[in-house]
């Protein structure tokens, strides 16, 4: 069952039994994120990140005194190591579904990943702007690590624009996995203002400044994203020869339950422990931005 949301000129559907992804996000006329492509969760337009986003190296990590060894996760590339967490890939609950708002939850029992814990991901349309909330709570009785993020994807042309500001540019290795980290004295545009296109990358940005902005001048349309603090990182995929790419407001770096020296952005929640995060979405015409 799809739900579909709408509220001045934004709409929004979405589609809980696929990773509780949005399969479309419009103002007025105009598709904000990538239209849905059809191929369930890896053709949709956005989806939430949890426990964890991105790559854990050889899919295990150690934490206290347990060994986590997780098992590879992606839907048609069986020689990924673990990715995105386990709510893209889990189908998740209708706990409240109005004309303008929705909240999907997804319960976990602890198995390879060994906590139990609770994820709600709520989705609500303004008049001014798209509403993206996702939390978990650690209903385990002990304590559990943690990362939590939202992976939009963007249509791209030859002339769009994307523009963050951020300290650091993580380098990475065949698999994605960070090595080195470049990191400046003051955030920056990394793309210096030329078309997305012109870098193709899959890496995290670290110590975000301010929101994103993503232009289209072919459209007339501009959107900017409006993470909440936690959500400091940012990871950027800009695949070559795609019509789309990622600019995703996550609150860690890859593998970082590997990474505990790297102020790897990761949390450790006690039982009962809540953890929210936002991203607030909002469109207009580049005149009016």
């Known amino acids: 069952m799809r739900l579909s949301l709408s509220n001045g000129p934004y709409a929004m559907e979405v589609d809980p039994q696929h990773g509780g992804s949005v399969t479309m996000l419009g103002w007025q006329d105009q598709r904000i994120f990538r239209p849905h492509t059809g191929n369930g969760v890896l053709g949709s337009s956005c989806f939430p990140l949890v426990p964890f986003s991105n790559r854990i190296a050889g899919s295990r990590f150690a934490f206290s005194d347990t060994s986590v060894q997780l098992q590879p996760n992606h839907p048609e590339e069986a020689g990924e190591p673990v990715l995105h967490g386990f709510g893209w890939v889990a189908s998740w609950d209708i706990v409240e579904a109005e004309s303008d708002r929705a909240v999907l939850r997804l319960e ?136 789309f790419f990622c600019a995703e407001p996550v609150t860690h770096m890859t593998d970082a339950f590997n990474r505990s020296g790297h102020n790897a952005g990761t949390r450790v929640l006690a039982p009962g422990e809540v953890w929210s995060v936002s991203m607030v979405v909002r469109a207009g015409r580049l005149a009016d931005q």
């Not at 994807?153 to 470049?182: I, K, M």
């Not at 955030?187 to 975000?208: M, Q």
């Not at 929101?211 to 459209?219: A, C, F, K, Q, V």
């Not at 959107?223 to 019509?243: K, N, R």
């Open 108 to 243: 976990h029992s602890a198995d390879q990943w060994p906590w139990d814990f609770c994820a709600e991901h709520s989705l609500s349309l303004c008049a001014d702007h798209a509403f993206f909330g996702l939390r978990i709570e650690n209903r385990s009785d002990r304590p559990m690590p943690a990362g939590l993020g939202f992976h939009p994807y963007f249509p791209r042309s030859a002339n769009t624009v994307y523009h963050g500001l951020h300290r650091g540019e993580w380098a990475n290795d065949a698999q994605c996995l960070p090595t080195a980290l470049d990191d400046r004295a003051a955030p920056i545009d990394w793309w210096n203002g030329a078309p997305v296109g012109t870098r193709s990358v899959d890496t995290v940005y670290t110590a975000r400044s301010g929101p994103l902005t993503i232009s289209w001048p072919d459209r007339n349309l501009a959107a900017v994203i409006e993470p909440s603090p936690d959500l400091a990182f940012t990871t950027v995929y800009v695949p070559d020869g795609e019509e």
